[in-house]
Each structure stands twice: as C-alpha cells, then as structure tokens.
C-alpha cells in the first residue's frame, strides 16, 4: 500500500514562503508523475503544479513564476517551494503521485491527507 505524508504547511504572512514536502512509502516500482493541487474554502480543488519523472514542470496560470515544483526520485519526495503568497492562496493543499507498484501493474494515483496553508496578516 503506498501512502503519501505532507508536511510544511502553516500560517504566513502576505509575501511570505513556505516550503512544503510530500513523502511516499511503501511498495513503489516507479512515478511517472508527481503534482500539487489545492482546495480553498468553497472551492473547488484545483491543479497547482505537475513534475514528471524527467523534470518537466507545469504550473497553474494562478502560481507561475511564484512556485517551484521540484523532486528527489531517489528518496520519493515531492516539493512545493511557494513564494510572494497572496491571501487567495489559503488553501488545502494535497499531494498526488502518479504510480506503479509492479511493472506489470497499470498506473494508479494515490493522494495525501494534505496540509493547510494559511496566508493572512
């Protein structure tokens, strides 16, 4: 069983950084694909950012050029660097690994319980 563990959230100021990390365990042959999203209050959940296995990024509109989606494939992590937060990024924000257990298995997503961040003066 693979689970997923953020850590890293908080409370920060307007313009203020926080850093947060996603954790995989358990029995994983590969990830093609790791990602960010986020819930608001009433909102709906939306796509943060995406990294593949190769390093490719991809941002929502919402968050470029303010955060950074890196990882650590040997160590199974995923990263959220977010810079200049602005209120209207309050939010829940999860973790979802795009992974295999076994070669042979198809492609399953798996989701963490998800960290708040709180963005307020």
């Known amino acids: 069983q693979v689970q997923l563990v953020e850590s890293g959230g908080g409370l920060v100021q307007p313009g203020g950084s926080l850093r947060l990390s996603c954790v995989a365990s358990?029995?994983?042959?590969?990830?093609?694909?790791m990602g960010w999203s986020r819930q608001g209050p009433e909102k709906q959940r939306e796509l943060v950012a995406t990294i593949t296995s190769g390093g490719v990024s991809s941002y929502a509109d919402s968050v470029k050029g303010r955060f950074t989606i890196s990882r650590d494939n040997a160590k199974n992590t995923v990263y959220l660097q977010t810079n200049s937060l602005k209120p209207e990024d309050t939010a829940v924000y999860y973790c979802?690994?795009?992974?295999?257990?076994?070669?042979?298995?198809?492609?399953?997503?798996?989701w963490g319980q998800g960290t708040q961040v709180t963005v307020s003066s």
């Open positions: 358990g029995r994983i042959f590969s990830i093609p694909a």
């Open positions: 979802n690994f795009r992974a295999k257990v076994t070669y042979y298995m198809p492609v399953s997503d798996y």
